[in-house]
T-cell receptor, first 111, second 113 residues
Framework: RKEVEQDPGPFNVPEGATVAFNCTYS??????FFWYRQDCRKEPKLLMS???SGNEDGRFTAQLNRASQYISLLIRDSKLSDSATYLC????????????FGKGTKLSVIP | EAGVTQSPTHLIKTRGQQATLRCSPI?????VYWYQQALGLGLQFLLW???????NRGNFPPRFSGRQFPNYSSELNVNALELEDSALYLC????????????FGPGTRLTVT
């Protein structure tokens, strides 16, 4: 089982739609969780951290369920500029000290 | 403030050759991480350098190596290049020690023919 799994998509949604991405991770000792955004042929950039209590940043809401080892990202009122690949990322902290990336979910927002 | 810089932007090599990729971290950052992003695969952790020492390495063969210089810049060397080494190589930096707050450079796209 891969450490971090995501549906690769693509998700093709119209402008204004709400879209949700899911991610599961296999290491129950994982400590911190993130969503990154990667535009085509560019470097990944941190979108937001994910907390068990849930967190929101404008149109973006992230949620962590530690019991199910599941992370989600919800994008409301999609914009054309949201088109990108969204990477689910896990930090395993003590022991490996590395970020582990999912392969990403591709989103295309259509006019 | 300047971000992480990498050079070259693109690199074309033939199988069996060696490639050298360079990374300059954000000023004040002492940790440098290297990742490989091959087509169809997620980012794979390669190496972590902190204060001039290799601290951790991912599941890659020994022909992937590197070093960190006293000014905290870093170099990734790939020996005996294979076709499957073609990928985007990303460098990230962070403040001292293991940190998930990593800032990525634009990457070097290596093509092996």
């Amino acid at each position: 089982r891969k450490e971090v799994e995501q549906d690769p998509g693509p998700f093709n949604v119209p402008e204004g739609a709400t879209v949700a991405f899911n991610c599961t991770y296999s290491n129950s000792a994982s400590q911190s969780f993130f969503w990154y955004r990667q535009d085509c042929r560019k470097e990944p950039k941190l979108l937001m951290s994910v907390y068990s209590s849930g967190n929101e940043d404008g149109r973006f809401t992230a949620q962590l369920n530690r019991a199910s080892q599941y992370i989600s990202l919800l994008i409301r009122d999609s914009k054309l500029s949201d088109s990108a690949t969204y990477l689910c990322v896990v930090w395993n902290g003590a022991g490996s000290y590395q970020l582990t990336f999912g392969k990403g979910t591709k989103l295309s927002v259509i006019p | 403030e300047a971000g992480v810089t990498q050079s070259p932007t693109h690199l074309i090599k033939t199988r069996g050759q060696q490639a050298t990729l360079r990374c300059s971290p954000i000023s004040g950052h002492t940790s440098v991480y290297w990742y490989q992003q091959a087509l169809g695969l997620g980012l794979q952790f390669l190496l972590w350098y902190d204060e001039g020492e290799e601290r951790n390495r991912g599941n890659f063969p020994p022909r992937f190596s590197g070093r960190q210089f006293p000014n905290y810049s870093s170099e990734l060397n790939v020996n005996a290049l294979e076709l499957e080494d073609s990928a985007l190589y990303l460098c990230a930096s962070s403040l001292a020690g293991a940190s998930y707050e990593q800032y990525f450079g634009p990457g070097t796209r290596l093509t092996v023919t």
